[in-house]
């Protein structure tokens, strides 16, 4: 079993960018598909990004391609969400997950077994 723990999360203005980290414990990283999801207030929990085990291969949603950058580094077990050019719709509760099952990126909520707690960002226009 893993443990996620998220970070980065806070206030910025529209335009502005911030890094979320998802830090791994308790089995290795490398072994887990990595998705971020955000959850709005009111809205339904839906996927962001998704990176596969190695890091080669990666998914966006369609509202943040271009704008967010998903990474992994499996030495410091830490997956990463580089988020840059943000708008108040990007305002959110912000969650990674971890897939031990899949070797494709997996979009799904119901794909990802293990989940962190959350890191809120809010984007003021």
């Known amino acids: 079993q893993v443990q996620l723990v998220e970070s980065g999360g806070g206030s910025v203005q529209a335009g502005g960018s911030l890094r979320l980290s998802c830090a791994a414990s308790g089995r290795t990283l490398s072994s887990y598909g990595m998705g971020w999801f955000r959850q709005a207030p009111g809205k339904e929990r839906e996927f962001v990004s998704g990176?596969?085990?190695?890091?080669?291969?990666?998914s966006y949603a369609d509202s943040v391609k271009g704008r967010f950058t998903i990474s992994r580094d499996n030495v410091k077990n830490t997956v990463y969400l580089q988020m840059n050019s943000l708008k108040s719709e990007d305002t959110a509760v912000y969650y990674c997950?971890?897939?031990?099952?899949?070797?494709?990126?997996?979009?799904?909520?119901?794909?990802?077994?293990?989940w962190g707690q959350g890191t809120q960002v809010t984007v003021s226009s």
């Open positions: 990176i596969s085990r190695s890091g080669v291969t990666t």
């Open positions: 997950a971890a897939d031990r099952v899949h070797s494709i990126v997996q979009r799904g909520i119901g794909q990802y077994l293990y």
